[in-house]
């Protein structure tokens, strides 16, 4: 963005990029934006495997998940921890039923609206997707009351929270027998952040 004020160059901003000119003055960043690796989730907070600038904090930064990316506000940043908004929790369900065969752990209420098969939102509003259903949880997190038990999901909602085959399924069983509680996470270890770098520059007193 650039601004004039009196047919003067005041202020020259860039977001998310390397190099802006506007009446031979220039303004540059050595990158667009900055990433990191998740290495612990908090319901409110994100461990990263590298700090971000001080400059981070009040500014908003993407998470991916593909296929779904989400973004937070970053409330405070302390090293390599950020504080972000809102949290990261995202729904709490119970394992009435695993089907071992198809890696499936079942809630009988069929509380998940946004979930796989069916969305009842747009059943109730009647809204068309040009894509089809969309699935809110496909790449979200499945995680015990405790943190300790942690599944990555392909889909989930509606029938059932199908976890991702490509991960160690053998304690499944064992960490969410009938009647557990689990949580639903947004962000799990080895997703990825990003926040686009910026920098202003002025010009006029």
């Known amino acids: 963005m650039a601004s004039w004020r009196n047919g003067k160059l005041e202020r020259l901003t860039l977001v998310g990029g390397t190099d802006f000119s506007a009446d031979g003055k220039s303004v ?25 600038p001080a400059s981070a904090a009040g500014q908003v930064i993407f998470a991916e998940r593909k296929p779904v990316e989400s973004s937070y506000r970053v409330k405070a940043v302390k090293g390599a ?3 972000v908004t809102p949290g990261t929790w995202i729904g709490r369900g119970r394992a009435d039923r695993y089907d071992e065969s198809k890696g499936t752990i079942f809630d009988s209420r069929d509380i998940f609206p946004l979930g796989e098969k069916r969305n009842r939102l747009a059943d109730i509003t009647s809204m068309k997707y040009p894509e089809g259903n969309r699935n809110y949880y496909a790449g ?3 995680v015990s009351e405790d943190g300790i038990a942690r599944y990555r999901l392909k889909t989930g909602g509606f029938p059932g929270f199908v976890l991702d085959p490509a991960q160690n399924l053998s304690g499944v069983a ?7 509680t689990f949580l639903l996470y947004d962000l799990g270890p080895g997703d990825t952040v990003r926040i686009l770098n910026t920098k202003q520059a002025s010009y006029c007193p």
């Open 81 to 83: 921890a950020i504080e």
């Open 28 to 52: 540059r960043l050595a990158a667009p934006e900055v990433k990191a690796v998740v290495k612990e989730v908090r319901d409110d907070s994100l461990v990263l495997d590298r700090g971000l």
């Open 140 to 142: 979200a997190w499945l």
């Open 174 to 180: 064992r960490d969410f027998p009938k009647g557990k």
